[in-house]
Every structure is written in C-alpha cells, then in structure tokens.
C-alpha cells in the first residue's frame, strides 16, 4: 500500500506570512492526525480527526493554526500568521482505527520541515 | 499525560553490539508502542505492547514491559549500521492520547 503523502518537503516563508501544509492519508485509513516536531523533540499531538470530524483539536493553537479534512481523506493544515517559534518539522500520520484507542500503529508521512525567518 | 521519557538520551556503540533504551512513564497504560526515526524522515512503528503482556520479539528487537514499575525497554541485538536512529516510546491508555518521549539518539559505529 502506499505511505502517508505530504508536501511540501520543505518551505521557507518570512514571519506574518501563511502557509499551508497538505497530507494525503493511506487509502481506509479513517483517523489521521498532525504533529508537530521540535528539534531534538519527540512529536506533539495538534489535532487528530476521524473522518471529517476534528476529535481532539485541545493542542491546536487556534489563534493562528486551522486545519481542515474534507470528505475525510486528505487534509491540510494552515498557519497565519506564521511566528519564529513555528519553524518546526510538521508530520502527518493515520490510522485504521477509531475511538482514540491506539490498538493500531500510526503510520507517518515524512513530515515538512518548515523554517520561518 | 501519557509522556514516556527515554533513556539514555543518547547512545553510542559499535556494530554488533546490543543496544538497550529504557522508557519509563506515571500513569497505568492500555498499550506502549515503539517507534524509529531516521534523519529527515518519518516515524515508523516497531511494536506494539499491550499492557497484559510481558516480552515481545520481532525479529532483532526485543521488548519488556513492568506495569509494576512503570517500564518499558527496547532491546536491539547485534546492531548494524543501519540501526542508527532515534527511537521513541509512546504509551497510551484507553481514550487517551498517544504521547511521545523525547527519544533515544542511537549511533551504530560500523
């Protein structure tokens, strides 16, 4: 089957200005989620949907952060403004399974390293 | 908070020797899951350890579970080269979040 699909691979952008990232989950996969990755950091949870409903979105700072999946399967994450402080790895993941329970692996994408100066 | 905290933060041996990473976290777990992750890429999964079960092994990794002690290590016998990543825990009780430790840097000297 094939992996997790996000771009871009890389993007650099000035502070203030937005940008968006793009995730393509594995085919069936109804959970998917957005990370975030710190230098030197293991991944902190930003938002996790199952299909098209945002189910956990407690760590999304939704002042500048939005994300959306429509239809359920692939899902895009937007920053604006973008701050210093974003310049971090941006990793997508999904799943099979629902409900939060974690009986299944997360299967990641390769992330996009964002740098903001 | 589920957080695993690994140990050591950073490991440096040379191939064919075993590699040991200990994860320790606070609260009771429904499962524990490990993860590598390569240079600029992303996480893959391990194994997955549910909280009734002791020992797991696939392949060269072997890993222990004490819910009594609130522990978890991962062992990788007769490293490679290739085996140099970080590796992360990550455990998760039932409804809860998946999180992550702050990882095991390992390097595999050839």
């Known amino acids: 089957e094939a992996g997790v699909v996000q771009s871009p691979r890389y993007k650099i952008i000035e502070k203030k200005q937005p940008v968006a990232f793009w995730c393509n989950p594995i085919s069936g996969h109804n959970t998917l989620y957005w990370y975030r990755q710190n230098l030197g950091q293991g991944p902190e949870l930003l938002i996790r949907?199952?299909?098209?409903?945002?189910?956990?979105d407690s760590q999304l700072p939704k002042d500048r952060f939005s994300a959306e999946r429509l239809k359920g399967v692939d899902s895009t994450l937007k920053i604006q403004p973008a701050e210093l402080g974003d310049s971090a790895v941006y990793l997508c993941a999904s799943s099979r399974e629902t409900g939060g329970l974690y009986n299944s692996p997360l299967h990641f994408g390769n992330g996009t390293r964002l740098t903001v100066t | 908070s589920q957080q695993g905290e690994e140990d050591p933060q950073a490991l440096s041996i040379q191939e064919g020797e075993n590699a040991t990473m200990n994860c320790s976290y606070k609260t009771s777990i429904n499962n524990l899951q490990w993860y590598r992750q390569n240079s600029g890429r992303g996480l893959v999964h391990l194994i997955l350890?549910?909280?009734?079960?002791r020992e797991k092994h696939s392949g060269r990794l072997r890993v222990t579970l004490d819910t009594s002690k609130k522990s978890s290590s991962l062992l990788i016998t007769a490293s490679r080269a290739a085996d140099t990543a970080s590796y992360f825990c990550a455990p998760s009780n039932q409804g809860g979040k998946l999180i992550f430790g702050q990882g095991t840097e390992l390097s595999v000297k050839p």
């Open positions: 949907y199952e299909n098209e409903e945002a189910v956990d």
């Open positions: 350890i549910r909280s009734n079960e």
